[in-house]
């Protein structure tokens, strides 16, 4: 991969639209026993949206370490290994209850419906966030050019040349 | 029907390329062939070290001259290309190293047939070079297509059908006919345009045939890996699926996948198998009906026409066609110009000895000619054998891995690697925060240009940049670099401790030949160095193959040469990186737009574009690689698009998934 800031920031929000928003929509429909219930999925959508927005917050800096290789390049192995850097930490960050619309149980108070600091939810987390990955990845591996031709000669952006 | 005595002028050609000493006259009296060469018993003794003894014959008969190559090394062209045997009609230039050949009319009568230019020849000497005085009759044009072109810069339509010559029509035209003219014309395909509007016109049927050529010169089998990338497919507009994805589909293995994971941090780059990137080449052209599109034959010229089109002059090349009926134009809307390397050149002291050196000519070879017989001598030869590979380049380095490959059958081929200036590990060329990696003296990169240069940051950076900063960019950026590849590597370090291989680093002074030392004992080459420390270092060698590379000069091709000269169209130049500054070098591809669009030949609606290597130093690096063919084809289309006047419509999104769903499962577009 090759990006630049505005296809990075471009092909994130992509992405997190087409691909995140709509497996997250299925993965708590499934969760919740084959019918939609709102108050699973909210967690879910803010917590890819907390993701997405830490990602668009590191995007700067991927750009910078891509300058100071000779090639100006992002392996596609560093794009998977920093996905989860940014998993991990905003998984670890709610769990510790620092974000505020992540829910975790409070004592005294009633748990609440997903708790993101309870034991189950280091598995449901990694599983739903492997269900948006897997997608985003493989996308960014080659389909993205069968729909968009120019991308890859836009360094991720949308658009005329 | 022919008219004897044939007659030629034969001009002797200078080092700087202009005519010199008295114009000759070759007279031919009867039918039959006439040896051309250095050898005694040649019909024709021409003189020159870059002349083979056996060079080409003239062929005469009833029906026609022509002129055959008698696989001479340097090759022989007939009006700049080169040919193995080609039909010549009046007005034709054959040209080998250091002579022009030019077929001149028959003469009016029989008396004046030895007359020239007032000056009576001896009618013995048929056959035979005769030698007139300077006033050698005044050049004979050719008919086709100076009649309609020449001194002209706009032409009529009605001229031309008025000519006799075959016009047709089309929308479309690609000029060149090469791997540049295909990935257009397969854009044009993808992008909805019926091949019945477009032409392609070429002297090799195969798109990838010259390139082919020159792989299979520097030591690239089909079966070797070339150095580009997975996604980077001239055979498919989308780059998907890359050729890694299909080494899986046919079976070959999985690696490829999890190089392409890691490249070209954790893995060493994934890089297709030319033969594979030949075959996928193959069904795409059936895919999009090439052949339908495609024309043999050799562009002569263009001209614009008067109602705001171009007008292709081309001769067809095989073929039914006889004599003028193999001389056509193609009126077209929109051309293209990917016409590829001209006529090559070599570094100066490399040509200074073939020419004066032609008996050494087997000793030495330029990595892009063929030189398959040195490997074999050296195979077979028992005893010692000295190679002086000169040059760092990627080519070199598989030059090197072809010599360590001849070892197994001749353990005594011993490498003597010449290069100019030893590199240190942190002495790699720097671009702002970023150095480039250094390896056994050699600077890495996986691909000709750092990669963002295809499609990243430094893409947007160059193209929005002023001509002086690209040449600086193009100079900082560019650069000899080999690839990262563990079996190179360890050939050096292998070879460095057991004693076959050494680099040697200084600029090379001299080069002259070693005589053989004794009967039966082959010739060599002696190889003067100036070394880094001051010393002059002498290697006697058995073989020089020098791998810095050929000089492409399109004022070399006569087409564009006309087209420049016509059009008085601009060129880019190369920038130095000096102390004072970047100082302005020489020129170098033609300019254009950040669209590929040849802006001074811009015809009210009609349009030219060009590609490859011919837009050296214009709006993009990496012109002259696959992914960059393509990057050129889609600006040039999209902008064709953008103007609306050609009717071509847009690949957006569904109509991209749409025509890339027909790629998939094999469907005509």
Redesign the interface.
């Known amino acids: 991969m090759i990006p630049t800031l505005a296809g990075r920031l471009q092909t994130r929000l992509f992405l997190f639209l087409f691909i995140g928003v709509p497996v997250t929509l299925a993965f708590v429909f499934v969760l919740a026993g084959w019918k939609f219930d709102y108050d699973i999925a909210m967690p879910f959508l803010l917590f890819l949206v907390t993701i997405t927005g830490l990602g668009l917050l590191l995007d700067p800096i991927y750009i910078f370490i891509q300058t100071t290789r000779w090639d100006r390049d992002w392996p596609f192995a560093y794009q998977f290994f920093f996905s989860w850097v940014e998993f991990g930490i905003v998984f670890a960050v709610a769990r510790a209850g620092l974000i505020p619309w992540l829910p975790v149980s409070v004592e005294g108070q009633p748990a609440p419906l997903v708790d993101f600091s309870s034991s189950a939810a280091i598995g449901l987390a990694t599983l739903h966030f492997a269900c948006v990955f897997i997608p985003s990845f493989l996308a960014l591996l080659g389909p993205m050019q069968a729909i968009f031709v120019r991308w890859r000669f836009k360094g991720g952006q949308f658009g005329k040349l | 029907m022919i008219t004897f005595p044939v007659r030629f002028r034969v001009r002797q050609i200078g080092i700087d390329g202009n005519t010199m000493g008295s114009s000759r006259i070759l007279l031919c009296e009867e039918p039959g062939a006439f040896l051309v060469g250095k050898t005694d018993d040649a019909d024709v003794p021409l003189t020159g070290d870059a002349v083979s003894r056996r060079h080409m014959s003239i062929v005469l008969s009833a029906e026609d001259v022509r002129v055959r190559d008698e696989g001479s090394t340097n090759g022989t062209y007939v009006n700049g290309t080169r040919v193995a045997e080609q039909v010549l009609e009046v007005g034709d230039q054959v040209s080998i190293p250091g002579w022009l050949l030019e077929l001149l009319a028959p003469a009016e009568s029989a008396a004046s047939a030895t007359r020239i230019a007032g000056v009576e020849v001896d009618a013995s000497l048929v056959s035979r070079l005769v030698i007139t005085d300077d006033d050698a009759p005044p050049p004979s044009r050719r008919t086709f297509p100076e009649m309609e072109f020449a001194g002209k810069d706009i032409v009529g339509i009605e001229a031309l059908r008025a000519s006799g010559h075959p016009v047709e029509e089309v929308k479309f035209c690609a000029v060149g006919g090469g791997l540049g003219s295909f990935v257009w014309v397969d854009h044009l395909r993808c992008y909805g345009i019926s091949a019945s509007d477009i032409r392609a016109i070429g002297t090799e049927e195969v798109c990838y045939r010259t390139y082919q050529r020159y792989c299979k010169n520097s030591q690239i089998p089909d079966h070797e890996r070339l150095r580009s990338n997975s996604?980077s497919r001239p055979d498919n507009?989308?780059?998907?699926?890359?050729y890694a994805?299909r080494e899986v589909g046919k079976g070959i293995g999985v690696k490829g996948i999890f190089q392409?994971?890691?490249?070209?941090?954790?893995s060493e780059s994934y890089t297709p198998r030319a033969g594979d990137v030949f075959d996928s080449l193959d069904v795409e052209a059936k895919r999009i009906g090439w052949s339908e599109m495609f024309v043999k034959a050799q562009v002569l010229g263009l001209r614009k026409t008067s109602d705001g089109r171009y007008a292709v002059a081309y001769k067809l090349w095989g073929g039914e066609a006889q004599g003028e009926a193999r001389n056509r134009y193609v009126i077209a809307d929109v051309v293209h110009l990917a016409t590829g390397y001209p006529a090559t050149r070599f570094v100066d002291d490399f040509q200074t000895f073939i020419t004066n050196h032609p008996d050494s000519r087997a000793q030495v070879a330029n990595a892009y000619e063929p030189h398959d017989q040195m490997y074999i001598e050296a195979e077979r030869r028992g005893g010692p054998v000295q190679v002086v590979v000169r040059g760092r380049g990627i080519v070199a380095s598989r030059i090197i891995q072809r010599l360590h490959e001849a070892r197994a059958k001749n353990p005594d081929i011993r490498i003597l690697h010449s290069m100019r200036t030893p590199i240190g590990a942190r002495d790699?060329a720097v671009?702002?925060?970023?150095?480039?990696?250094v390896r056994n003296n050699v600077e890495i990169?996986?691909f000709n240009w750092?990669?963002?240069c295809?499609?990243?940051?430094?893409?947007?950076e160059y193209e929005r940049a002023g001509e002086e900063d690209r040449g600086v960019m193009l100079s900082q950026l560019g650069g000899t670099t080999t690839a990262e590849r563990s079996d190179w590597i360890a050939i050096a370090e292998r070879g460095a401790e057991e004693g076959w291989y050494r680099p040697v680093y200084g600029n090379i002074s001299d080069l002259q030949p070693l005589p053989s030392p004794g009967p039966e004992q082959p010739d060599g080459v002696q190889v003067s160095i100036n070394t880094v420390e001051g010393n002059e270092e002498v290697l006697n060698a058995d073989y020089l193959i020098d791998c810095t590379g050929l000089i492409a000069d399109i004022r070399r091709s006569p087409f564009l040469a006309d087209l420049l000269d016509t059009y008085h169209l601009p060129r880019n130049h190369g920038y130095r990186v000096t102390d004072q500054g970047p100082q302005k070098g020489g020129p170098t591809g033609l300019r254009c737009t950040n669209d590929f669009e040849i802006e001074g030949l811009r015809n009210n609606q009609g349009r030219v574009y060009a590609a490859g290597t011919i837009t050296t130093g214009g709006p993009y690096l990496a012109v002259d690689s696959f992914l960059g063919l393509q990057?050129s084809a889609?600006?040039s289309v999209?902008h064709l698009v953008?103007e609306r006047i050609h009717k071509v419509r847009n690949?957006g999104?569904l109509r991209?998934?749409g025509g890339?769903t027909k790629w998939m499962v094999g469907a005509r577009p």
């Open positions: 996604l507009i989308w780059g998907f699926p890359g994805l392409v994971f890691g490249e070209p941090t954790l790699g671009f702002r925060k970023a150095r480039r990696l990169q996986p750092p990669k963002s295809w499609g990243g940051d430094l893409r947007v990057y889609i600006r999209d953008t690949l999104p991209s998934f890339w």
